[in-house]
């Protein structure tokens, strides 16, 4: 592997142990609420796309027992920190960590309508309508290639099986584009808000619904991450960011 700046933080108070680029992208609370927001499933496999250095998949493995995880990230360098990271924190014989193109990726683990959920964190910028970070990774993990959000979303609806779970986080302002892509695909959806603090715009939000199900659409209650007290999170993001709670759906 390139020689790359790296750091080790810890998630879910200690339980997990990330290994990160120093600079460019870093994982931080988005991955972590995205596999709290995932059902708890007792066994099945699950697809982490855009697994980055695999932080939402293994969050998701320390949370529950039973499945198995297969991620694909398109970067070889994060691929190859992940697979360190399996090691480290003892989940490399329930993970298939693969490197691949969600466009053209041909690995046997990766069989349609084959998994139970599908967690992703795409990224959030279109292509033309964002300033480019200057690092690489950074500018791969926020800005959309030519696995735009509708081929992104495609591909994982292909991969989950009939009346799967999807879970996804996005920006608050591109949901309608995304509800426009599941439309008559997904039912049952639920959206959780981000809300910085009490009374602020939601920038984020989590989406989840199921494939070939129907079922209204409804808005959460959400998650309030900042408190106006001083304290650097609510209670209640400490129960998920911390201790390894449910994000309530």
Request: with cysteine; charged share 25%; glycine share 8%.
């Amino acid at each position: 592997m390139m020689e790359m700046a790296v750091t080790d933080d810890a998630f879910l108070g200690d339980r997990l142990t990330i290994r990160q680029p120093k600079e460019g992208y870093r994982a931080a609370m988005d991955p972590v609420l995205l596999a709290a927001a995932a059902p708890l499933l007792t066994k099945g496999r699950v697809l982490d796309v855009g697994s980055g250095v695999g932080t939402a998949g293994f969050c998701y493995l320390t949370r529950v027992a039973g499945p198995e995880l297969v991620s694909l990230e398109i970067d070889p360098l994060l691929v190859d920190l992940a697979r360190h990271n399996a090691d480290t924190n003892n989940l490399a014989e329930r993970a298939t960590l693969l490197q691949g193109d969600l466009l053209n990726s041909r690995s046997a683990a990766l069989t349609s309508n084959g998994f139970d959920l599908v967690l992703t964190n795409p990224p959030y910028l279109r292509a033309g309508h964002a300033d480019r970070p200057p690092n690489a990774i950074k500018d791969r993990a926020n800005v959309e290639g030519a696995a735009d959000l509708k081929k992104w979303i495609a591909f994982c609806l292909r991969m989950l099986r009939q009346k799967g779970t999807l879970v996804m986080i996005h920006r608050a302002d591109r949901v309608d584009e995304i509800l426009c892509h599941l439309q008559g695909k997904v039912g049952d959806l639920a959206i959780i808000p981000l809300w910085p603090r009490q009374g602020r715009d939601a920038k984020r939000v989590i989406i989840r619904g199921r494939k070939a199900i129907k079922g209204p659409t409804r808005l959460s209650a959400g998650l309030v991450l900042h408190p106006d007290d001083g304290q650097r999170y609510s209670s209640e993001a400490i129960a998920i960011l911390r201790d390894g709670g449910a994000l309530e759906i």
